[in-house]
């Protein structure tokens, strides 16, 4: 079966920078996209950007471009968001979502268990 | 970019039916897919393509989409319905979704 491990919480000071890890398993990790959405707390659910695992290709949120960086390892079935120069306002949950599309119509099936990222002098 | 407007709460008592809307420009172009969120959970695919229930999803959860309003109906509301529910369509190669909606079972 699908799934998607993330990596554990992180508690970053503002101005730093987090990496968060999706590992994956039970499908072939170069053909469907990963998408990394992110919750803050009590809010909704906000689309960061996709990357497509088999090309590299990525395709962000304006609201994030110059400050995320999604990349993945091929070899180990993993996917990373990295954000930088982080705020306080970046304080939420950050899921790992694999897609499924079909005539270029896309929607998440399987989410990851999601990843605490606290910002806090 | 795209715009995809929800009541941010509906009410409904157990036994009778509830629909969460989820407005747009000319929504009914687009495909719409919903998902069911509950407290400290990741969110849950419950209608993709305006109105396919995955597998696991009761007959109760339906979809409908025309115009420029998609609507989630969930027929013969349980208590364990309760939750926040989103809508989202694929736009110019970007996920954009509504902003949720709380469905309280009264």
């Known amino acids: 079966q699908v799934q998607l491990v993330q990596s554990g919480a992180e508690v970053k000071k503002p101005g730093a920078s987090v990496k968060v890890s999706c590992k994956a398993s039970g499908y072939t990790f170069t053909g469907y996209y990963m998408h990394w959405v992110r919750q803050a707390p009590g809010q909704g659910l906000e689309w960061m950007g996709w990357?497509?695992?088999?090309?590299?290709?990525?395709n962000y949120a304006q609201k994030f471009q110059g400050r995320v960086t999604m990349t993945r390892d091929t070899s180990i079935s993993t996917a990373y968001m990295e954000l930088s120069r982080l705020r306080s306002d970046d304080t939420a949950v950050y899921y790992c979502?694999?897609?499924?599309?079909?005539?270029?119509?896309?929607?998440?099936?399987?989410w990851g268990q999601g990843t605490l990222v606290t910002v806090s002098s | 970019s795209y715009v995809l407007t929800q009541p941010p709460s509906v009410s409904v008592a157990p036994g009778k039916t509830a629909r969460i809307t989820c407005g747009g420009n000319n929504i009914g172009s687009k495909s719409v897919h919903w998902y069911q969120q509950k407290p400290g959970q990741a969110p849950v695919l419950v209608i993709y393509?305006?109105?396919d229930r995955p597998s696991g999803i009761p007959e109760r959860f339906s979809g409908s989409n025309s115009g420029n309003t998609a609507t989630l109906t969930i027929s013969r509301v349980e208590a364990g319905d309760e939750a926040d529910y989103y809508c989202?369509?694929?736009?110019?190669?970007?996920?954009?979704f509504g902003g949720g909606t709380k469905l309280t079972v009264l």
């Open positions: 990357i497509n695992p088999n090309s590299g290709g990525t």
């Open positions: 393509y305006d109105s």
């Open positions: 989202q369509v694929w736009d110019s190669s970007k996920v954009v």
């Open positions: 979502a694999r897609d499924n599309c079909t005539n270029g119509v896309c929607y998440v099936v399987y």
